[in-house]
């Protein structure tokens, strides 16, 4: 606040400063793109697949056809451009890979088990 004498009272008084504007050549930051409305990307097959799926089937891809599903969901993980597509790829790679460890470790311990003589599963 700048300080200012008024010459009726003598007294001193705290009058705003005015802001200084900017101008817009100074500014950083591109105002113009932002005013523009964006066009909606194309989905290719790949996104397609994945975010018009019902998550049931993604879910159930995985459990069914494990090393596909893990195939498929890495490659869609790498392609995918719209953000549902992504989202829905990264469920069926995690569900897989989970699949895979735990029917790989019931394997583990069903061949140990036999090794023992205790039976399998």
Known sequence: MAKYE???EGAFEERPRPLKRRRRDDD???YDDEDLPRAPRKMNWLD???SQTS???LVLFPLCCGMFALIFGIIGVAACQHPK???NAI????ISIVWILAVGFMAFMNATLQQRGQGGF
Do not use: H, P
């Open 6 to 8: 008024d010459a009726d």
């Open 28 to 30: 950083d930051y591109d």
């Open 48 to 50: 397609k697949q994945f």
């Open 55 to 57: 998550i049931v089937l």
């Open 85 to 87: 597509a992504r989202q």
């Open 91 to 94: 469920i069926v790679l995690v």
